[in-house]
Protein backbone atom coordinates (compact mmCIF):
# COMPACT_ATOMS: atom_id res chain seq x y z
CA UNK A 1 0.00 0.00 0.00
CA UNK A 2 2.57 2.57 0.68
CA UNK A 3 4.64 1.80 -2.32
CA UNK A 4 1.83 1.91 -4.20
CA UNK A 5 1.29 5.10 -2.66
CA UNK A 6 4.43 6.60 -2.78
CA UNK A 7 5.06 5.47 -6.32
CA UNK A 8 1.45 6.32 -7.84
CA UNK A 9 -0.44 8.73 -5.82
CA UNK A 10 2.19 11.37 -3.85
CA UNK A 11 3.80 12.60 -7.02
CA UNK A 12 0.27 13.79 -7.94
CA UNK A 13 -0.85 15.19 -4.34
CA UNK A 14 2.89 16.92 -4.40
CA UNK A 15 2.21 18.21 -7.81
CA UNK A 16 -0.84 20.07 -5.92
CA UNK A 17 0.70 20.86 -2.73
CA UNK A 18 4.26 21.18 -3.57
CA UNK A 19 4.81 22.34 0.45
CA UNK A 20 3.22 18.95 1.46
CA UNK A 21 4.38 16.90 4.43
CA UNK A 22 4.02 13.09 4.74
CA UNK A 23 4.29 11.09 7.53
CA UNK A 24 5.13 7.24 7.40
CA UNK A 25 3.56 5.79 10.05
CA UNK A 26 4.25 1.39 10.69
CA UNK A 27 5.99 -1.26 11.60
CA UNK A 28 9.11 -2.47 9.72
CA UNK A 29 8.88 0.70 6.95
CA UNK A 30 11.41 -1.19 4.16
CA UNK A 31 14.73 1.38 3.61
CA UNK A 32 13.63 1.71 -0.08
CA UNK A 33 14.91 5.02 -2.04
CA UNK A 34 10.73 5.48 -2.72
CA UNK A 35 10.59 5.85 1.05
CA UNK A 36 12.18 8.57 0.97
CA UNK A 37 11.90 11.68 -0.26
CA UNK A 38 10.74 15.43 -0.18
CA UNK A 39 8.52 16.05 2.33
CA UNK A 40 8.63 12.72 3.80
CA UNK A 41 9.14 11.56 7.15
CA UNK A 42 9.69 8.06 8.35
CA UNK A 43 8.11 7.91 11.78
CA UNK A 44 8.53 3.89 12.00
CA UNK A 45 6.40 1.81 14.44
CA UNK A 46 4.42 4.17 17.61
CA UNK A 47 3.35 2.25 20.00
CA UNK A 48 0.13 4.47 20.36
CA UNK A 49 -1.29 6.48 17.50
CA UNK A 50 -3.29 8.89 19.34
CA UNK A 51 -0.59 11.24 20.13
CA UNK A 52 0.43 10.92 16.25
CA UNK A 53 -2.84 11.53 14.82
CA UNK A 54 -3.00 15.26 16.79
CA UNK A 55 -0.37 16.21 14.52
CA UNK A 56 -1.64 15.54 10.93
CA UNK A 57 -4.14 17.11 9.14
CA UNK A 58 -5.84 13.81 6.97
CA UNK A 59 -5.06 9.90 7.11
CA UNK A 60 -4.41 8.33 4.15
CA UNK A 61 -4.94 4.72 4.10
CA UNK A 62 -4.04 3.34 0.60
CA UNK A 63 -5.05 -0.77 1.57
CA UNK A 64 -5.16 -2.54 -1.58
CA UNK A 65 -5.86 -6.10 -0.37
CA UNK A 66 -6.20 -7.70 3.13
CA UNK A 67 -9.93 -8.69 4.93
CA UNK A 68 -11.24 -7.00 8.61
CA UNK A 69 -11.14 -3.93 9.40
CA UNK A 70 -8.36 -1.90 9.93
CA UNK A 71 -7.83 -0.13 12.91
CA UNK A 72 -5.46 2.41 12.14
CA UNK A 73 -8.34 3.56 10.20
CA UNK A 74 -10.71 3.63 13.22
CA UNK A 75 -8.49 5.16 15.08
CA UNK A 76 -8.17 8.35 12.39
CA UNK A 77 -11.78 8.54 12.62
CA UNK A 78 -11.85 8.33 16.50
CA UNK A 79 -9.61 11.36 16.71
CA UNK A 80 -11.24 13.40 14.25
CA UNK A 81 -9.00 13.06 11.57
CA UNK A 82 -10.59 13.08 8.11
CA UNK A 83 -9.70 9.40 6.28
CA UNK A 84 -8.85 9.12 3.08
CA UNK A 85 -8.81 5.32 2.04
CA UNK A 86 -9.93 2.63 -0.52
CA UNK A 87 -12.75 0.55 -0.89
CA UNK A 88 -10.91 -2.09 0.70
CA UNK A 89 -9.81 -0.05 3.41
CA UNK A 90 -13.29 0.98 4.39
CA UNK A 91 -14.51 -2.72 4.10
CA UNK A 92 -16.42 -3.71 7.49
CA UNK A 93 -16.87 -0.15 8.50
CA UNK A 94 -19.96 1.25 6.89
CA UNK A 95 -18.23 4.30 5.57
CA UNK A 96 -19.89 6.68 3.59
CA UNK A 97 -18.06 8.38 1.09
CA UNK A 98 -18.35 12.00 1.31
CA UNK A 99 -19.42 11.66 4.18
CA UNK A 100 -18.04 9.93 7.43
CA UNK A 101 -14.50 9.28 4.61
CA UNK A 102 -13.38 9.79 1.35
CA UNK A 103 -12.71 6.29 -1.10
CA UNK A 104 -10.70 6.51 -4.12
CA UNK A 105 -9.40 3.36 -5.83
CA UNK A 106 -7.18 4.34 -8.35
CA UNK A 107 -4.27 6.54 -8.19
CA UNK A 108 -5.94 10.08 -9.87
CA UNK A 109 -9.17 10.04 -7.51
CA UNK A 110 -7.22 8.89 -4.26
CA UNK A 111 -4.78 12.05 -5.33
CA UNK A 112 -7.64 14.16 -5.87
CA UNK A 113 -9.90 13.74 -2.55
CA UNK A 114 -6.38 13.72 -0.79
CA UNK A 115 -6.12 17.54 -2.24
CA UNK A 116 -9.67 18.10 -1.79
CA UNK A 117 -9.43 17.46 2.45
CA UNK A 118 -6.19 18.61 2.46
CA UNK A 119 -7.74 22.14 1.14
CA UNK A 120 -11.43 22.12 1.50
CA UNK A 121 -11.76 23.56 4.83
CA UNK A 122 -15.85 22.63 5.02
CA UNK A 123 -14.99 19.38 3.69
CA UNK A 124 -12.35 18.64 6.23
CA UNK A 125 -14.67 20.01 8.73
CA UNK A 126 -17.28 17.65 7.60
CA UNK A 127 -15.62 14.49 7.44
CA UNK A 128 -13.94 15.24 10.62
CA UNK A 129 -17.05 15.43 12.37
CA UNK A 130 -19.03 12.94 10.56
CA UNK A 131 -16.08 10.37 11.15
CA UNK A 132 -16.07 10.70 14.38
CA UNK A 133 -19.49 10.30 15.01
CA UNK A 134 -20.00 7.44 12.79
CA UNK A 135 -16.97 5.49 15.22
CA UNK A 136 -19.08 6.69 17.89
CA UNK A 137 -21.92 5.28 16.52
CA UNK A 138 -20.97 2.37 14.58
CA UNK A 139 -18.13 0.84 17.39
CA UNK A 140 -19.49 1.51 20.91
CA UNK A 141 -19.18 -0.64 23.30
CA UNK A 142 -23.71 -0.69 23.82
CA UNK A 143 -23.53 -1.44 19.72
CA UNK A 144 -21.19 -3.94 19.93
CA UNK A 145 -23.10 -5.67 23.26
CA UNK A 146 -26.32 -5.36 21.22
CA UNK A 147 -24.46 -7.25 18.23
CA UNK A 148 -23.25 -10.24 20.75
CA UNK A 149 -26.28 -10.63 22.24
CA UNK A 150 -28.19 -10.65 18.50
CA UNK A 151 -25.70 -13.55 17.68
CA UNK A 152 -26.42 -15.31 20.48
CA UNK A 153 -29.87 -15.07 20.13
CA UNK A 154 -29.63 -16.38 16.64
CA UNK A 155 -27.37 -19.11 17.41
CA UNK A 156 -30.11 -20.47 20.06
CA UNK A 157 -32.70 -20.70 17.67
CA UNK A 158 -30.29 -22.96 15.05
CA UNK A 159 -31.36 -26.32 14.82
CA UNK A 160 -27.99 -28.91 15.05
CA UNK A 161 -28.17 -30.62 11.62
CA UNK A 162 -27.52 -34.66 12.22
CA UNK A 163 -24.32 -35.95 11.23
CA UNK A 164 -23.94 -39.19 8.73
CA UNK A 165 -24.48 -42.20 10.36
CA UNK A 166 -20.74 -43.25 10.28
CA UNK A 167 -19.24 -40.34 11.15
CA UNK A 168 -17.71 -40.86 14.68
CA UNK A 169 -17.87 -37.79 17.01
CA UNK A 170 -14.66 -37.80 18.81
CA UNK A 171 -11.41 -35.89 19.29
CA UNK A 172 -9.56 -39.05 18.91
CA UNK A 173 -11.06 -39.01 15.24
CA UNK A 174 -8.09 -36.19 14.31
CA UNK A 175 -5.23 -38.44 15.62
CA UNK A 176 -6.69 -41.72 14.14
CA UNK A 177 -7.07 -39.55 10.68
CA UNK A 178 -3.32 -38.38 11.00
CA UNK A 179 -1.45 -39.32 13.98
CA UNK A 180 1.35 -38.09 15.78
CA UNK A 181 4.83 -40.06 15.68
CA UNK A 182 6.37 -39.86 19.00
CA UNK A 183 10.14 -40.98 19.62
CA UNK A 184 10.82 -42.64 22.88
CA UNK A 185 11.69 -39.74 24.89
Same mark, same amino acid.
Given at each position: ?????????????? %?? $???????????????????? *??????? @?? /??????? &??? =? %????????? @?? *??????????????? $? /????? @??? *???????????????????????? %?????????????? =? *???????? &???????????????????????????? &? %??? =??? /????????????
Amino acid at each position: AATWFLREIWPLVR %RA $LPDAALALVGNNLPDDPKFH *GPGISRV @GF /VADLVPE &FAK =Y %RVAVSPVRF @GT *GIKTKNLLALANAVP $L /VTTTV @GAD *GMNLVNGDSALIADTPEEFAKAVV %RTYTDQQLWLRLST =Y *GRCHIARE &FSAERMRRAVRELCDTARTIAPKSAAPE &F %RWS =YRW /VEDFAPVRHSGA
